[in-house]
């Protein structure tokens, strides 16, 4: 498929660079700085990929580099959400601008695009309960509007899919293509987290649940190569179990 990536100077996008190409798309990068990316990547991979030099911000910049790379599917791991309950960063604006840059593009040419957005696990709901694990921990509440802002869309107008990793480590600093998982593929699930371990503390009155999510949470640290690999797996097919969900992840042995 021919993707569009934005954030590929991240520690996410970076292998999501190799992860794409290793899976056979064609990449169009959309970065700030060329030049930042060149001194990330080895030149072999540098030199496999498309490059469009522009901010997230800019609505009209990443729709014109979506429909002038003639992209059928975005992903994006550009900006990064604040984690204290009262920050504030740039992810929002950014996250709002790529939605309504691929809702446009879709719109001209008539077929919705297929859309990896990032978040966190903070926004999964917690098994048995209506409630999203920031509602017990309330950390990157950024992510609770980007949710909201991809629920409100018109049905039909951008296929999205959201990843709700928790902390993602890195399993090596080598950027190679083909990757290789050291760690296995990652177990995913839409809307709660998967394999989620009920415990009788959270049956304790007034801070079980924040106890058993506070527990459970610290499973789900995954790598940011699996993490990659799950996006760039999912891409080689147009229809996908994931689109309009949250999908969370853990390790196979977690
Ligand atoms: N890392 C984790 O453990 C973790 C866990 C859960 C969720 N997440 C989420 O995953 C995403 C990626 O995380 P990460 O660790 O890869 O972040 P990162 O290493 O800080 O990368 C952020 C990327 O966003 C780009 N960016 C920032 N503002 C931009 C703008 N205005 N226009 C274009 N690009 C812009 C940066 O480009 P420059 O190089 O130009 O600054 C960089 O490439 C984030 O949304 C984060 O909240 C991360």
């Known amino acids: 498929m021919k993707v569009l990536l934005l954030g590929a100077t991240g520690n996410l996008g970076s292998r999501l660079v190799c992860a794409l190409l290793t899976h056979g798309h064609i990449v169009t990068v959309f970065v700030r700085s060329s030049r930042k990316l060149e001194s990330l990547l080895?030149?072999?991979?540098?030199?496999?990929?498309?490059?469009?030099?522009?901010?997230?911000?800019?609505?009209?910049?990443?729709?014109?580099?979506?429909?002038?790379?003639?992209?059928?599917?975005?992903?994006?791991a550009a900006g990064v959400a604040a984690a204290a309950p009262w920050g504030s960063s740039d992810l929002p604006k950014i996250f709002r601008s790529i939605a309504e840059a691929v809702q446009q593009a879709g719109e001209e040419r008539k077929q919705p695009l297929r859309v990896w957005f990032l978040s966190g696990m903070s926004i999964l709901q917690v098994p048995g309960t209506k409630n999203m694990m920031s509602d017990y921990v309330p950390v990157f509440l950024e992510h609770r509007?980007?949710?909201?802002?991809?629920?409100?869309?018109?049905?039909?107008?951008?296929?999205?899919?959201?990843?709700?990793?928790?902390?993602?480590?890195?399993?090596?600093?080598?950027?190679?293509?083909?990757?290789?998982?050291?760690?296995?593929?990652?177990?995913?699930?839409?809307?709660?987290?998967?394999?989620?371990?009920?415990?009788?503390?959270?049956?304790?009155?007034?801070?079980?649940?924040?106890?058993?999510?506070?527990?459970?949470?610290?499973?789900?640290?995954?790598?940011?190569?699996?993490?990659?690999?799950?996006?760039?797996?999912d891409l080689e097919t147009r229809d996908s179990s994931y689109i309009g969900k949250r999908v969370g992840v853990i390790g196979a042995s977690a």
């Open 42 to 76: 080895p030149s072999s991979i540098y030199q496999q990929i498309l490059i469009v030099e522009g901010d997230a911000t800019n609505t009209a910049a990443v729709k014109a580099s979506i429909l002038e790379s003639k992209c059928e599917a975005v992903v994006t």
């Open 145 to 233: 509007g980007n949710l909201k802002l991809l629920q409100s869309l018109p049905p039909n107008s951008v296929d999205w899919s959201l990843l709700c990793p928790m902390t993602m480590t890195e399993e090596s600093k080598d950027l190679t293509v083909p990757t290789k998982l050291k760690q296995g593929r990652v177990v995913a699930n839409t809307t709660t987290p998967p394999l989620w371990k009920k415990s009788w503390i959270n049956s304790i009155p007034l801070i079980g649940s924040f106890l058993s999510v506070a527990m459970n949470a610290s499973r789900y640290t995954t790598t940011l190569e699996q993490n990659a690999d799950l996006i760039a797996t």
